[in-house]
């Protein structure tokens, strides 16, 4: 079984460019979430997918999108990038939608530095 | 507003000690919990969860613990080994908000040779 894999690993952009980054969900799994972790600080909600729709959502400006594809992958894109954008992002998948498992299964994140 | 934190930043453990972890919640109507443990550099990795309806469960070495009354979540790990050392989240899930999970700060466990 594949677990999560996420790409790039790490990554600099400069404030105002824009960014994308990439996830494979587990084999088996339909959903994905995505969240931002600053350093020192907890994963934060940035919004999940199910069934190639979005499924919710935190609280993040518009700035912040995504996709998800037919075989449950999964972009998430940052226009406009500030310099608090830098963080760890991290993609997690799990089995089922609003009534499957619920446990959220964590790809080793994408370090997004801005300057 | 919803919450998750955590009593203690930094927990210092002697190895071969058994190690509580412990985590406040604020959110009620939360009905799932998980443990996490997140190395440096990588992302978090699944430990343990429990339902609301439950008040206990156990892993191997770990156990969580859930107390509804308080509000209060704890994650005890035996016989704490050097590849324990990390920092650990809880997190909450509100089914009435979605599948999405709220985490807590943080807390560092540093096991001591």
């Known amino acids: 079984e594949t677990g999560v894999t996420q790409s790039p690993t790490h990554l600099i952009k400069t404030r105002g460019q824009q960014v994308t980054l990439r996830c494979s969900s587990q084999s088996g799994h339909n959903t994905v979430s995505w969240y931002q972790q600053a350093l020192g600080q907890g994963p934060q909600f940035i919004f999940q997918y199910y069934r190639e729709e979005e499924n919710g959502r935190g609280n993040f400006p518009p700035r912040f999108s995504g996709l998800q594809f037919p075989n449950y992958s999964s972009e998430l894109n940052v226009n406009a990038l500030e310099l608090d954008d830098s963080a760890l992002y991290l993609c997690?998948?799990?089995?089922?939608?609003?009534?499957?498992?619920?446990?959220?299964?964590f790809g080793p994140g994408t370090r997004l530095t801005v300057t | 507003g919803e919450s998750v934190g955590l009593h203690l930043p930094t927990l210092s453990v002697q190895e071969g000690d058994n190690s509580i972890i412990n985590c406040a919640y604020s959110n009620s109507a939360s009905d799932y919990f998980i443990w996490y443990k997140q190395e440096s550099g990588k992302g978090p990795q699944f430990i343990i969860d429990?339902?609301?309806?439950?008040d206990k469960r156990q892993g191997q070495r770990v156990t969580v613990l859930l107390n509804k009354t308080v509000k209060h979540l704890s994650l005890q790990i035996a016989a704490t080994q050097p590849g324990d050392s990390a920092v650990y989240f809880c997190?909450?899930?509100?089914?009435?908000?979605?599948?999405?999970?709220?985490f807590g700060g943080g807390t560092r466990v540093l096991v001591k040779p």
């Open positions: 997190a909450e899930r509100a089914l009435a908000a979605g599948n999405k999970l709220t």
């Open positions: 997690a998948s799990s089995p089922g939608g609003t009534g499957g498992k619920y446990e959220q299964y």
């Open positions: 429990i339902r609301s309806n439950m």
